[in-house]
Every structure is written in C-alpha cells, then in structure tokens.
C-alpha cells in the first residue's frame, strides 16, 4: 500500500513518460502495485479482497431503520442472523455507521448541534421566567436538600433578578414574580415560561385556570415555550448558570436567608447591570438599555395570592417569617405552626397545625408584618405576660437534691415491704382493696393431693 506522497509521485513520473516497472524500480514498490494506483486505487485504502459480506443485507437493515429510528442495534442483529448473516455484532455496527443506515430522529432530536439563529426581541416587548434548583443550602435555614431561585431576565436588554424561596408553589411564583418585576422596572408585553405545572398544565399545554387570572391582573399575555424547544430562553437560561457559578457558590455557611437575597441584588446591581451589550449606537450596559425599555408599572400591591409555610416555635414562643420574629402563646413553644401571608396585606395570621381530616388549624395570632429582613421583634403584650408568669411559675426557691445524700427507705417503703414479705397461705387484705380480702392460696396443699396418685381420677 502507497502512501498519498508515493501517489503523488507515482502519477508525477507516469506524466513524465517513465514506464510503469521504471517508477517500480524507483519506488522499490511491485510494478502491479504501480498498476493498480495508476488505475485509480485510493492511497491509505486497503483493496478488499473478498466481497464485502455486509453489502445484501444493507438494504434490509436500511429499511428495518428507516421505518424504526430507534430500533436497537441487538434487535435488528438478531433478524439478520436469522436471514443468515454470520458477521459479528461490532462489524455490523460498524457498518451501520459507515454506511449510515440509521436516520436522524428529529422530534427527539437535542438542541445541541442544531443551526443556531439569534432570536431578536423588541423593547419591552418579553420577560423570560425559570425556576433554578441550588443544592445545599445552609442547613440553618429549614429548607431542606434544595433551595428554589427564581430568576425574571429582560429578553431585550438581559437585565435580570432573582428571589430565594423555600418552595416552587404557585403562592410563592407569584410573590417572586411580583418582587423581581419590582426590581427589574416595570412589566413588559408578555411572560414567556416552559412548561411549569403551575402556569401551565401538563396535560394540554396551556394556561392553567389559577394563572390565567394572575395574567390578567398584571396584564400581560403568557408565551409557553413550544414543546422540546427551550432554548427560546436563552436569556434567562444563561443568568440561571450565572447565578449559579457567581453566586450561589459563594454564599457563606452563616448568611441567613435575607443576607443572601441582599448578596444577590447587590451582584445584580454592580456587576450584572454594568455588563457592556453591543447596540446599534454602538455599546452601552445593560443598566442603560434597560432603563429605555419601555415598561409598564406594576399593579400597587401584588397580587392576592395567599403564601402559607410552617414553623417551629423557638423556647420563646417566637416565630420567625422574613428575617423577623412574632410572638405566640407559650403552650406552643417547641412545636409547629403555620404562618399565612395573603400578599399585599399589612398583617400575618398564625395558626396551630391542622389535625388529620381538618381544613385548617385554629389562628391563634395576627401579628403586623413587619418589613422583610428587618430583625423586628413583633410580641402581643398578651403573650409577653402569659410568658412571664410561665416561667415564674416553673421557678422555685427550694434547693436542689444532694445527689451523694443518704436517703434509706421511708415508713411507708417499710410497711410496703412487710406486705409483700408475709407468710404464705394466709389472708391478707393488700393495700387499696376495698370490700372482701384478697385470699392467697398455698399451691404446696395440691402436691400433697397428688402425691402418689398416678391416674386422673
């Protein structure tokens, strides 16, 4: 076999008038070699020398994949076994790739690789919403394996924000949303979502009924993401990995959940804001294109979703909600109960845990709300003094026990034990029975009615 240097040379030589054994002679090569590269042999290509066993049943392997992309290859070697192919499986693979029998799948096809279109936006026109799932949050917080962030990107100028939450319930989508469309400005035409159960339904793929009314309070209409087609999300996409990498990381292990958010805003605001976009007038930050967006405002108050979580009660009887604490009744300290926030109200509801079969626990307290992260301490004076007497009742002036004191066993140990220490076979009447005495029996009398006897009668 030639190299593609010696072809050249070969084809060089034989154009130069030289005979096919002289360019043998020179290359130190076989003169039917010679022959058969001048012919038109492919340099680099092995000649097969027996006809290629694979070649009959490529039509039937083409067509069993034409009509079954994602026949497996095992499934389709066992039927060309049975119409007697006796290659092995690597060398019918092999073939398949070669030969490229098997055809692109194009619903299941991923995105990656695809021709790739940069999708323009209009001003003000899309806000792009996804939720992000953040691994090992500090365990301090209560939330669990998982904390949620919710992330809102202006399609046009990729200005984003986002909202820790402790849940991906619809009651706290909207919270969020309402707290990120705050930050980012105003509202744009639309929202454009993937398939989130609570915005739209898994089964028909539109707007679910609960959501439609919160669009039509914001007044803006929903986009879906049309089925297996993400990436028309690339803006929010890129800030989720972004929060991620830049932010999540970099949490420390002793922030609360306030402190964190404020981390969040604060990365937004001097380094996601400050980003540089090439513009038509040339460049400008994202803080600048996005203050020409033309946004509507927001609704006053959000919209009147109502956010419940549950919470334990510290040995104060405080329950803590947003960076906050608000008293309850002492009796409930060290257990669970339910904090109800319907969003834009000027006041919380706390309330026991519901028992098995009921709607709803019993409020046992309604607090103000205080603004959020504000360390406020919010205590009904009710409560302070329930407390206060509790804990004075639990007091006492009397010293504590000696433990290495000598404390032998009182009258009443003594005469407790004579009792158990009387003879056996008599009566005695034992202590807190009332009318007739308890009689003892001595079951020694029945050995000596047995003994001897060797029937049952």
Known sequence: MLTREDDIDVHALRRQGWTISAIARHLGRDRKTIGAYLAGRVPGQRA????D?????????????ADDPHLWASTLFDELQDLGYRGSYPTMTRQLRARAL???????????????????????DETQWDWVELPDPPEHWGWGKRAHLLVGA???????RGVLCESEDQAHLIDAMDRVVRELGGLSAGWRFDRMATVISPGTGRVSASFAAVAKYYGVTVRPCPPRRGNRKGVVEKANHVAAQRFWRTVPDDATVEAAQGLLDRWCTLRGDTRVRATTDGKSTVA???????????PPVPFPATLVVTRRV????????????????????GGNVTVTLRLGSLSIDIATTPTPGARGGVVIARHPLAPAGAGAMIRDHGHVLALDQGALAAATPAAPHHRKQRRPPSP?????????RAPTGTETTLPGATGQAA????????AEAATGRNTLR
């Open 48 to 51: 097969r020398s027996t006809p």
């Open 53 to 65: 066993p694979f070649e009959v049943f490529a039509p039937y392997a083409g067509q069993r994949l």
């Open 102 to 124: 098997r055809p692109a799948c194009e619903p299941c096809r991923p995105a990656k690789g695809r021709p790739i279109a940069v999708i323009e936006h209009r001003p003000g």
């Open 154 to 160: 202006l399609a046009h100028s990729g200005r984003w």
């Open 288 to 298: 600048t294109v996005a203050a020409a967006e033309p946004l509507r405002p927001p």
């Open 314 to 333: 510290s040995a104060q009887a405080l329950v803590s909600f947003r960076g906050n604490r608000y008293s309850v009744p002492p009796e409930l300290a």
């Open 412 to 420: 009443a140990a003594v005469a407790a034990a004579a009792v158990l």
């Open 439 to 446: 009689v003892v029996v001595d079951l020694a009398r029945y």
